[in-house]
């Protein structure tokens, strides 16, 4: 056979394909139009429920836009709008358990609990399976300080709810207030997975292995809070707290250190932090500065530490003993500081001679000065 011959054959092959498929595109168009003109002839077609199903669609859509704006404008501190929202949801649907949800938290916010407890428990008669509903519920119970009502609220929300982090988290602080310390670390562990930056589940983690004197996972916690942004002055003070007596603790600290869950500078940070922000009048908080700044030798940030201290009448004959040492530290002139200060006879005795001892040391300084080889190398 020749190539001409088989050359011809190929392209009648190719142009009858062609218009096969040709003829079945045009079939399937036509099936196409044919099903579309029946749909249109079906929904033109008068049926006796269709209007009376739009409209219950369009309230429910309405119901659901009014709920979910509300809950939006709560989020977002829009009282006068939320409130306007209320009133409307009240008005066109008067029997829905949103109703009752949106009362409990206008309450809760007027400091009315017991009333905002009487209308979500009507929402949840109305609405049980609702998570958001039965959260509500234990948040109240937990302003109620009934810790045990709070924890199968919350139970109950995490039910319904399991992969919503705030539930879960909620669940391990009322098992906290249990005392519950295993099952409140379990439940912090899921909260953690799932929300990876939640930060409040990483502070209270640290408090749980504090309580448990884990130190090492207490202060990988604690940092991990921080790193997530967990910043208010009880977080600082309790972080800083922590690090210094983990810091001061044998094995702890040298774990701390060795696998970089700790750092020395990360500590002075938040004591920077911490003394920037802190509530002056705060005598617990001045004593931890204090400790900190004496750990790095940082005796200049210490002084206005210990005159809070003494100007608040809280300081000890031991609190005055290590200022005048701060003074000394810094060049400064100890007895003319200490005559600004209200001492007793006695006191005022005792750090005179403490300001003397000192001070003779400091005159042979050449003699007993600490030699490093590169700093203050030998002569």
């Not at 509300?70 to 989020?75: P, V, Y």
């Not at 400790?291 to 809070?308: E, M």
């Amino acid at each position: 056979m020749s190539r001409k011959y088989t050359n011809r054959n190929t392209r009648k092959n190719r142009v009858m394909a062609f218009s096969f498929f040709n003829q079945l595109c045009l079939y399937m168009k036509t099936c196409v139009l044919a099903s579309l003109i029946a749909i249109l002839f079906i929904a033109a077609k008068e049926s006796p429920f269709r209007k009376k199903d739009i409209e219950k669609a369009q309230r429910k859509i309405e119901h659901r836009h009014l709920a979910a704006r509300f809950l939006w404008l709560t989020k977002t501190f829009y009282k006068k709008e939320a409130d306007a929202i209320y009133f409307t949801l009240k008005q066109r649907f008067p029997s829905s358990p949103e109703v009752h949800y949106m009362e409990a938290i206008r309450y809760l916010k007027s400091k009315k609990v017991a009333k905002a407890v009487a209308s979500i428990k009507e929402g949840i008669a109305k609405k049980h399976d609702s998570a958001r509903f039965w959260n509500l519920h234990g948040l109240l119970m937990n302003e109620l300080s009934q810790h045990k009502a709070a924890y199968l609220s919350f139970k109950k929300a995490v039910l319904w709810e399991p992969y919503e982090s705030s539930y879960t988290y909620n669940l391990a602080v009322s098992l906290f207030n249990l005392q519950d310390f295993e099952k409140s670390l379990l439940t912090l562990q899921r909260a953690s997975k799932l929300k990876a930056n939640f930060s409040d589940a990483y502070y209270l983690m640290a408090i749980v292995y504090s309580e448990k004197k884990e130190y090492m996972e207490s202060i990988r916690c604690f940092s991990l809070a921080h790193k997530y942004g967990k910043k208010n002055i009880v977080f600082l003070e309790r972080y800083l707290e922590n690090s210094l007596i983990f810091l001061e603790s044998g094995s702890s600290r040298d774990g701390i250190l060795e696998q970089n869950i700790l750092s020395e500078s990360t500590v002075v940070q938040l004591a920077d932090t911490l003394q920037f922000r802190f509530n002056k009048k705060n005598e617990k908080t001045i004593r931890l500065l204090i400790l900190a700044r004496k750990r790095y030798g940082d005796y200049k940030k210490s002084l206005p530490l210990f005159g809070k201290l003494i100007r608040l009448g809280k300081a000890q004959i031991g609190d005055k003993k290590e200022y005048v040492f701060a003074l000394y530290q810094e060049g400064l002139h100890a007895p003319s500081y200490m005559g600004k200060m209200a001492l007793s006879k006695n006191e005022k005795k005792i750090l005179t001679e403490y300001w003397k001892s000192i001070s003779l040391q400091g005159k042979h300084g050449d003699v007993l000065k600490i030699r490093d080889p590169v700093v203050y190398p030998l002569r």
